[in-house]
């Protein structure tokens, strides 16, 4: 009896297994399956794992399983242990992470030159600093609008890094068209782009294309001139240009910064930023090997 509880509580953990690196990896690798398609895939999963469990060796014999009971049995011991589940789903974040921070460190070094060198980007901070810090942000983001105090806060403690803001607008058609209004004021050498940028963000409500214009418009710029040219294919590239790193690097939100080898996802706040320049300078990455 003991063996065949054993036996039960191994099948069990082995089909939960299943389950969820079957949808964890159909996530990732086909996301445009539909949801009958993904269960179909799942369930298949499911049952490759239970003929797995059909026999096993005692005593170089087959033992056969009762299916019937499995079901049930499997059901039982995952509603006592829930734990389980969650460990084994913080395991799959984890490695899930892991292999994604594996990947975009590949991919940050392929990029290089899209990410550091774009004509059009915007650069505050130390153009000549010997750290840089890229952030992909979204102006009706309430993270971002978090996060730009902390980014002030870190370019008025140390004058030595240099920020390089792109626009990534993905939450709604009024981010665009505050975007593209963005990408033209940054090409005016004569305007603050971080006194829009600022003005823009302090905004009430949802940024759209008028929250924007407003903003320029009390810097001086004129707002028919820039209603006329937002359209302007050299701004549809400018954004398109943040949108195909972003696609590569695997960033789907935001704010998104990068520092040397390294993603930080999130407002990840003022202590990891400062934490992660001074790894840069201590030894070339964002994080150091101890």
């Known amino acids: ?79 006592a242990n829930p734990s389980i589940l969650q460990r084994m789903s913080i395991a799959l974040q984890q490695e899930t992470e892991r292999e994604q921070n594996e990947q975009a460190k590949a991919a940050l070094s392929t990029l290089h030159g899209a990410i550091y060198d774009d004509p059009d980007h915007v650069v505050l901070g130390n153009p000549e600093g010997d750290v840089t810090l890229v952030e992909f942000f979204d102006y009706n983001c309430g993270f971002c609008r ?33 975007a593209r209004i963005a990408v033209l004021v940054a090409r005016d050498k004569d305007v603050s782009y971080m006194d829009f940028h600022q003005q823009v963000f302090a905004s009430r409500g949802q940024i759209d294309k008028a929250t924007a214009l407003k903003a320029a418009e009390a810097l001086g710029m004129n707002p028919i001139e820039l209603e006329l040219q937002m359209g302007d294919k050299t701004v549809t590239d400018t954004i398109g240009r943040n949108y195909q790193i972003a696609d590569s690097l695997g960033i789907s939100s935001t704010p998104n910064f990068i520092i040397g080898d390294e993603i930080l ?18 030894c070339g990455k964002a994080t150091c090997n101890l």
């Open 265 to 282: 996802r999130g407002a990840v706040g003022i202590a990891e930023m400062r934490e992660k320049v001074k790894n840069m300078r201590e």
């Open 146 to 178: 978090q996060a730009l105090a902390d980014v002030i806060e870190l370019l008025d403690e140390d004058k030595n890094v240099r920020l390089i803001l792109k626009e990534f607008p993905i939450l709604s058609q009024g981010s665009v068209d505050a």
């Open 1 to 79: 009896m003991q063996a065949r509880t054993i036996y039960f509580i191994t099948g069990a953990l082995l089909l939960a297994a299943a389950i969820l690196f079957a949808a964890v990896s159909i996530t990732q690798q086909q996301p445009q399956l539909s949801t009958s398609e993904i269960q179909q895939l799942i369930d298949d999963a499911i049952e490759q794992k239970i003929g797995s469990l059909q026999t096993t060796k005692t005593q170089g014999q087959s033992t056969p399983v009762d299916t019937s009971q499995l079901g049930p049995v499997i059901e039982n011991y995952l509603i």
